[in-house]
């Protein structure tokens, strides 16, 4: 019998510190696969910059945000102001618990 998948996501936003960046998160939501989690959703650009090339952090802690349970890249190309992007992100965990799901900026130019 396969093991139901049951987890919440809890969306937060971090601005970025770098560059005072900031981007947003919505519709978030995750897939069990085996022994991997894919976790989707869309990224909001609020940092009123265009970026030809970014990479974004998506942080995984659990329920409280005090244990960093996972971290993975995320990157785009030409990431406009004001633009909203997919993602859809392998981690090798999976999660029994309610998790709290967090993007930051990384890198950029």
């Given at each position: 019998m396969k093991r139901a998948f049951i987890a919440m996501v809890l969306i937060a936003?971090?601005?970025?510190?770098a560059f005072g960046a900031s981007f947003d998160l919505k519709n978030v939501s995750?897939?069990?696969k085996g022994?991997?989690?894919?976790?989707?959703?869309?990224?909001v650009n609020n940092s009123g910059k265009d970026y030809k090339?970014?990479?974004l952090r998506l942080n995984v802690y659990?329920?409280?945000g005090n244990k960093l349970l996972?971290?993975?890249l995320v990157g785009f190309q030409n990431f406009m102001k004001g633009q909203t992007r997919t993602f859809s992100e392998l981690f090798h965990e999976t999660w029994k618990e309610t998790?709290?799901?967090?993007?930051?900026?990384?890198?950029?130019s």
């Open positions: 936003v971090i601005c970025g510190v995750m897939k069990e022994q991997w989690t894919e976790i989707l959703g869309q990224v090339v970014i990479y659990d329920k409280y996972a971290s993975e998790i709290k799901v967090e993007v930051e900026f990384s890198s950029g």
